[in-house]
Nanobody, 123 residues
Framework: QVQLVESGGGLVQAGGSLRLSCAAS????????MAWFRQAPGKERAFLAA????????NNADSVKGRFTISRDNAKNMVYLQMNSLKPEDTAVYYC????????????????WGQGTQVTVSS
């Protein structure tokens, strides 16, 4: 089992930045893929970015390339999502997720989820 706890959400003005954090605990992490998703009201949960715990390799959704950056700190068992140039349409609940081995983008392929953190971007 993997336990994930997100933090760092909040209210920010358009154009501002936030850094979300995901604290991971539980099983051995070496083969895990960590990812960030978000879900806006009335919309499906959407993939944002993923990172390999072992190699640091990343995959980013086209919708946030150049604005959002995923990173990890292996020593602290933390994954981050740096979000810059935020827009009102970035308002959503942001979730951290994990899965073994293969880097995927489908939400149904991730068995481990955090509780989510709300990000609200005002115009």
């Amino acid at each position: 089992q993997v336990q994930l706890v997100e933090s760092g959400g909040g209210l920010v003005q358009a154009g501002g930045s936030l850094r979300l954090s995901c604290a991971a605990s539980g099983r051995t992490f070496n083969n895990l893929i960590m990812a960030w998703f978000r879900q806006a009201p009335g919309k499906e949960r959407a993939f944002l970015a993923a990172i390999s715990w072992s190699s640091g390799g990343t995959n980013n959704a086209d919708s946030v390339k150049g604005r959002f950056t995923i990173s990890r700190d292996n020593a602290k068992n933390m994954v981050y999502l740096q979000m810059n140039s935020l827009k009102p349409e970035d308002t959503a609940v942001y979730y951290c997720a994990a899965r073994p081995n293969l880097m995927t983008t489908g939400r149904t392929t991730y068995p481990y989820w955090g509780q989510g953190t709300q990000v609200t971007v005002s115009s």
